[in-house]
């Protein structure tokens, strides 16, 4: 497979699950599932943007490993401390096996996305990098 056709795949199976888990969030009551949770609309369209419209330029692929770092980062906060931290009190319940693949599928994903993003953007041509300031 091409570099960019598994870069967006990659990406938009960050976002997905970055919904799932924005969902578990607010149903085990760590989100208050209010208005006030939709700030993570605009952040989910830009990186949808920039994954499906922008995806063979420089700003998609800096889009894209954006988003990576958020996708990895969620895991690593709800996982610190003893243990598995946040996700153990999840973890011991009935039910609940989704959240954990969940947290672990986005580290999976967002390393991945994080690895493909990079080398995106070291195989863009030098001219469309000089253009943006980015170490070339």
């Known amino acids: 497979m091409k570099l960019n056709s598994l870069l967006t795949t990659s990406s938009l199976l960050s976002i997905l699950l970055c919904t799932f888990h924005l969902t578990d969030d607010i149903v085990y009551g760590w989100e208050p599932g209010t208005l006030r949770t939709l700030y993570a609309l605009p952040i989910f369209v830009v990186w949808l943007y920039g ?3 922008l995806r063979e330029r420089l700003s998609g692929y800096v889009v894209m490993l954006v988003g990576s770092l958020l996708s990895l980062g969620i895991p ?3 996982m610190r401390g003893r243990g598995i931290g946040v996700a153990s009190r999840v973890a011991n319940t009935s039910g609940h096996h989704f959240f954990v693949w969940t947290l672990l ?3 999976v994903a967002g390393l991945f996305s994080l690895v493909l993003s990079v080398q995106a953007i ?3 041509p030098r001219t469309q990098r000089d253009r943006t ?3 070339v």
Do not use: S
């Open 133 to 135: 300031g980015l170490p």
């Open 105 to 107: 599928m986005l580290g």
């Open 122 to 124: 070291r195989r863009t």
């Open 51 to 53: 994954t499906l419209v």
């Open 76 to 78: 690593l906060i709800h």
